[in-house]
Every structure is written in C-alpha cells, then in structure tokens.
C-alpha cells in the first residue's frame, strides 16, 4: 500500500529532510509518524501525497509509482488518500457542509449522492448538527472534525494526518484519535505525524522515529 525504498529528500542548501528512508505499510495499519520539530516529517508526507517529488530511490502508493507519475495523473492519485492538516484548512466562506462536500464536487458527484454521502460521513463524525454553521463559529475540534470528514467522505484507502492535534487541548486530542482509530476500524490506513509523545504511548500502535531526517525506530 505505501512503500518507501531508499528514499533521499535533499532541498537546496543543501539540506537532507529525509534520508535513505525505508519504510512498508500494509493496508489497514494504523501507524504514528513521532519525531522532533525539524525532523522530517512533514517532507515525509508531502512525498507520500505527491505534493513534491523525492531526490532518489523509490515511492509506490496505492499502486502508483510517485517517482514518475505524470502531472495529469495527480487528481486521479489524490483521490485515492485524504489529507488533514493541523490548522485544519477550511473555507471560511462556506458552511461545514459545503467544506465537506468539496471533494465529491470537485470529483463531478450528483447532486443527491453528494447529498446523501456528506449526510452520512457528518453523522460518523458527530457533527449533523453543525451542518449549515460556518466553521469560525464551532470549536476547533468540530473543526477539526470537518477536516476529517472531508478527508474520508470521498473514501481515501489512506488517510494521512500531519499533526492534527497540534492546536487542541488534550481532551479533544484524544477525541479526535478516537475517531481517527474508527475510521482506520472501517479499513481505511491511517498514518499520523505528531509529536506528542505521551499521546502516543497511551494509543499502543505501531510507530516510526524519525530524528534528522531517518528512520531511528519501528515498533509498538
Ligand atoms: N521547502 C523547503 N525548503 C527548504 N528546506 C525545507 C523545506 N521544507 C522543509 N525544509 C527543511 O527540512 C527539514 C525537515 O522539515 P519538516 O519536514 O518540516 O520537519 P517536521 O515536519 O518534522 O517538523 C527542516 O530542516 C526544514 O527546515
Ligand atoms: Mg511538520
């Protein structure tokens, strides 16, 4: 499903975001990416949602070969996973239903399917009740719940989350992480970037170091 092989991210500088990263997830897992500020993470998802390419080695996922996808296949590769940031990302100016419809417009959805899908994934996430409210006026972790939903709504088989609790308080960090363990329940892989460590050793999942830019540890 997502597989690393001796892969180099190398930005001018130079500096070595990542290197010689070797690294398979199997579909379903569910893995935290842990590691200090600097240390490579974000670059490391960046590769894996081909927002930039790597340096050398290889990159497959999902079945597409990230080191030579053509710019007209992107769209169709970014359909396959579903990306949450932690400062969430929503358009101010549309209602958290419409932020979470995006992705099936943007994919050409009818009108009721859209309808009847956003319906659907709102409910998982505990938010049917938020619909027509613009996201300025809910608390950041039912905005946080948006950016989820918008990132499962169109079904991802991989859904990457860098840092998503990095701008909640505890108690809604551990909510948001039960709801991302849901969702990784329903088949999907979840891959999540945090530094909070405590966090991470409560959850008791696979997690990879990474500290300058390698792989420093593997295990549960
Ligand atoms: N676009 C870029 N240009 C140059 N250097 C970058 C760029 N993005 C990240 N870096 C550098 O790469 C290293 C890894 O950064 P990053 O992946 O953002 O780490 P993390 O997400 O773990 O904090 C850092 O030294 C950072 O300064
Ligand atoms: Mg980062």
Known sequence: MIQFSHVYKTYPGPIHALRDIDLMIEKGE????????????????????????????????????????????????????????????????????????????????????IQRRVSEVLEQVGLSHRAQQMPEFVSGGEQQRTAIARAIVHQPGILIADEPTGNLDPELSEEIMDLLERVSAQGTTVFIATHDHEMVKRRNKRTLQIRDG???GDGV
């Open 30 to 113: 569910f893995v935290f990416l842990t590691g200090p500020s600097g240390a490579g993470k974000t670059t490391l998802f960046k590769m894996l949602a081909a927002y930039d390419k790597v340096s050398s080695g290889n990159l497959q996922v999902a079945g597409f070969d990230l080191c030579d996808i053509a710019n007209k296949e992107v769209p169709q590769f970014r359909r396959r996973i579903g990306v949450i940031f932690q400062d969430f990302k929503l358009l101010k100016d549309r209602t958290i239903f419409e932020n979470v419809s995006l992705p099936l417009l943007v994919r050409g959805d009818r009108p009721q399917t």
């Open 214 to 216: 390698l792989i420093s």
